[in-house]
């Protein structure tokens, strides 16, 4: 019997927005994640000049959401009041540009490939600060699956390809630095989450809302922190005489905005076990991108840790028998970086 008319042109629909919702996640965060190591570890100019200021890219990230969020919350006439203690945005802020800082830094030291597999043990940080501040209990397949990532992510560090060596290596790569500031990204990523949760949960309060104070913090500390450094001048400076530079941080900006929309859209359209699934394959795509990119080698025990890593990841998915709206702790744990870094 044949289908109805309705019921096919429902599953076209569903179909077209399923290819504009892998599409855009797909197409924003692998771009960020190539632009995050070019900006990092790519030299620029004739005199091979290395962008060296990490929080100014924090900044810029900061300023474009922030201004998106208001004018999301005015155009959708909501009140630009905010909901919780400012303190508590500012705590929020604080981490969160703490973890980006640790993020880019790294890039300084490992390379790409490395980081992003890493990113995916961030479900260890994430139970950790639940289990302590939301008092949450974990089944054992859980701590199962993020065993596995650990091992995986380990394999994948500790065993790099030997002889050849990317041309973009910068002379001064420090795996125990590089993974030392990994580290100091999954631990404040994780408190950052699932802040923000208690924050949801504790307040009646919109995305865009937590966003845009948030944001707002991180603008005003991220500026002060570059001008106590001294760095805000050299930054500009550094743009100024290199516009393919500039280009790069405007469209980081851009891209690490509107990701947002596309991980919102897919998370309400089809729900976190579809999400969960591209931003995993993302990920994959990311690492194989970097490689063929930049030029990174990869040992056959990384590539068994790749394995072993995405494998888990797929099958945490595939086994969630109920697919639901994530909080943003839980969101963390499914490889999706926090809504106000616009990465994973």
């Avoid at 919350?73 to 945005?89: E, F, G, H, N, Q």
Wanted: aromatic share 14%; charged share 15%.
């Amino acid at each position: 019997m044949a289908e109805p008319p309705s019921s096919l042109l429902s599953k076209e629909n569903k179909l077209w927005k399923g290819v504009f919702a892998v599409i855009g996640i797909m197409s924003t965060l692998v771009i960020y994640g190539v632009l995050q190591e070019k900006l990092m570890r790519v030299p620029y100019g004739e005199n091979k000049e290395f962008f060296k200021y990490s929080l100014f890219l924090v900044f810029c990230n900061r300023l474009t959401t922030s201004a998106v969020s208001a004018g999301a919350l005015l155009a959708s006439k909501k009140a630009l009041d905010p909901v919780a203690p400012v303190y508590k945005y500012c705590l929020v802020s604080v981490t969160n540009i703490l973890t980006t800082t640790c993020q880019y830094e790294a890039l300084k030291y490992v390379s790409f490939p490395v980081q992003t597999l890493a990113k995916c043990a961030k479900m260890i940080p994430v139970m950790f600060w639940s289990t302590v501040i939301m008092q949450k209990v974990y089944k054992a397949g859980d701590y199962l699956i993020a065993f596995l990532v650990m091992l995986g992510c380990a394999l994948f560090i500790l065993y790099p390809a030997a002889g050849e060596i990317s041309p973009y290596n910068r002379g001064r790569e420090s795996t125990v630095w590089g993974i030392s500031l990994m580290i100091g990204y999954l631990g404040f990523d994780g408190f950052t989450s699932t802040f923000q949760d208690k924050l949801f949960k504790g307040y009646d309060m919109e995305i865009h809302n937590q966003i845009f104070y948030t944001t707002l913090c991180s603008c005003i500390l991220s500026l002060t922190g570059l001008l106590l450094q001294g760095h805000l001048l050299m930054a500009i400076d550094f743009v100024a005489r290199h516009n393919d530079c500039f280009f790069d941080i405007a469209l980081l900006s851009t891209v690490a905005t509107a990701s947002q929309f596309f991980i919102s859209y897919t998370i309400r359209t089809f729900g976190a076990l579809t999400f969960a699934t591209i931003m995993t394959t993302r990920q994959l795509v990311s690492i194989l991108l970097s490689c063929v990119w930049f030029s990174h080698p990869l040992s056959w025990e990384q590539c068994i840790g790749a394995v072993v890593v995405f494998g888990s990841l797929y099958a945490k998915s595939f086994l969630r028998n109920k697919p639901q709206k994530p909080s943003p702790a839980e969101r963390l744990e499914n490889g999706e970086s926090s809504p106000l870094k616009g990465n994973p």
